[in-house]
């Protein structure tokens, strides 16, 4: 199979402000760093073959020896390899592992916004163990999933107010892989899908996977874009939206009553299938999440995603879907072409953490709103000028500088052994340069050494942006 080319505008794109003009590091030094970001980040792909010298240049606007100078770099660090004839494409060192969530070289990770495992995860594996030898003498082939943690959802759902019965249950390997299964079925190549714009960085990558395009509906200040939301969607005709209404990636916010049901009436208009992502459902510190978006009209298509993952543990690799009955069925037979189910072992486990979660996920809610609260002081007195607004779940800060300095930030970082979370992850073609999206999900100590190393950084970059501005003023 021929490597990807990625287009120079796309690459410009993706580069955002790398560019920090009063710097004394040379330009060509600064673009090897930003490319490096890239590739580590995930978001040039290995494989990938990068545009030629000339073209490039013209694309950044800079000369071809400072092209010439960072790919020379990089290809002496072991992130290209270049061929007469051929161009350059994207590697990595036999030292790096393959760029994802977690599979940074960086010493300090603020990219991957999780938690480690609690005393909780040994105690669902060891009862898992048990309860599995009643299965082996079965196949252990379900693509619907166990019938007994179909159930155990199933109640979860009716218990938050959306009737819900076992056969109207899915059971996948995450949500990411739930969501990679409905695009299966529902969109093709070129289809629209409309997303919030910022959203989830993986479900981007798996629409884009997929061959559709996503058409980004702006977040507000606050809330969500109702009226923007449906003039979208009369002038897209997308397949499908994908939406996160509880405590949303990664502003941290959660969608009232009111949104949902006029979401779910949209919806309902537009015969518009909604998927709608609850990852982060049981990440909530002052109140609960209002109903599932799925009970606000019976008439809205909604799928539902779910996972352990958020709620339990990273490792612990299992979602589920909901929705009717002919979409589970029409699901099933999809799937025939992707996998054979869901490892029995981890349903098990995941079917004790939901029927005991009530006793662990009251102090793990605790200890992240402490955590929250920490990382806020921490950054206000490290930061004063970036803003961001406390979040009513979830696992991070949606964090806003003074300018379109991320990427910069996230280079420099790099350079230092940090790994940030840059907003153009989370953003179409290369927006939210000005912001970082900060995990609170760290102990506390180790985020405060990561911030107090940062801080340096900021302030000699925040430096050269002044002495930038004073001179063109």
């Known amino acids: 199979m021929s490597p990807r080319r990625f287009g120079s505008q796309s690459l410009a794109r993706l580069l955002g402000h790398w560019q920090q003009q009063t710097s004394r590091t040379p330009l060509w030094r600064q673009l090897a760093d930003a490319l490096r970001l890239l590739i580590l980040d995930g978001r040039l792909v290995l494989d990938t073959r990068l545009p030629g010298e000339r073209e ?9 020896t400072t092209i010439s100078s960072a790919l020379g770099h990089l290809r002496e660090a072991g992130f290209l390899e270049s061929r007469h004839g051929s161009g350059s494409r994207v590697i990595l060192p036999e030292n790096h592992a393959v760029p994802g969530l977690s599979s940074t070289t960086a010493a300090l990770d603020l990219s991957t916004a999780a938690l480690s495992a609690g005393p909780e995860i040994h105690q669902a594996y060891s009862h898992a163990l ?94 969500w874009d109702t009226d923007g ?27 009232d009553s009111a949104t949902r049901q006029t979401l779910a009436d949209i919806a309902a208009q537009t015969r518009t299938t909604l998927v709608v992502d609850e990852t982060m459902v049981d990440l909530w510190f002052d109140a609960p999440p209002p109903a599932p978006l799925a009970a606000f009209n019976a008439q809205a298509s909604v799928i539902t995603l779910g996972s352990a993952g958020k709620s339990f543990w990273g490792g612990l690799r299992l979602g589920w879907i909901r929705a009717s009955s002919r979409t589970i069925a029409a699901l099933t037979q999809t799937r025939d072409t992707l996998d054979l189910g869901s490892p029995l072992l981890e349903q098990l486990a995941t079917q004790w953490l939901i029927e005991n979660g009530p006793t662990f996920l009251p102090a793990r809610r605790r200890m ?47 350079t230092q052994g940090i790994h940030l979370g840059t907003g153009t992850r989370f953003g179409l073609a290369g927006a939210f340069d000005r912001y970082l999206r900060m995990p609170f999900s760290l102990e506390p ?24 501005k004073r001179r063109v003023i």
């Not at 003498?137 to 107010?161: I, V």
């Open 130 to 223: 048990t309860a599995m030898t009643q299965h082996l003498s079965q196949t252990g082939y379900d693509q619907s999933g166990l019938l007994t943690l179909r159930e155990t959802l199933a109640e979860r759902y009716t218990a938050r107010g959306l009737p819900t019965r076992a056969d109207e249950i899915m059971v996948v390997n995450g949500a990411v892989s739930g969501l990679a299964l409905v695009l299966r079925m529902l969109t093709g190549p070129g289809d629209r899908v409309v997303v919030d714009h910022p959203t989830y960085p993986l479900a981007i990558a798996a629409i884009q996977g997929a061959s559709c395009r996503p058409v980004g509906v702006s977040l507000p200040e606050s809330g």
């Open 445 to 468: 100590h180790v985020l405060e050494d990561a911030l107090t190393r940062i801080k340096p950084l900021w302030q000699t970059l925040n430096k050269s942006e002044t002495l930038l």
């Open 368 to 414: 992240l709103a402490e955590r929250r609260d920490r990382c806020g002081e921490l950054l206000r007195e490290h930061f004063p000028a970036w803003h961001f607004e406390k979040p009513e779940g979830g696992l991070s800060y949606w964090v806003e500088l003074p300018d379109r300095v991320a990427t910069q930030l996230a280079a420099l970082a790099e």
């Open 56 to 64: 490039l240049a013209m694309a950044l606007d800079v000369s071809r």
């Open 229 to 255: 939301f449906a003039a979208t969607l009369a002038q897209t005709a997308p397949r499908m939206a994908y939406l996160m209404p509880d405590f949303h990636n990664p502003t941290g916010r959660c969608m």
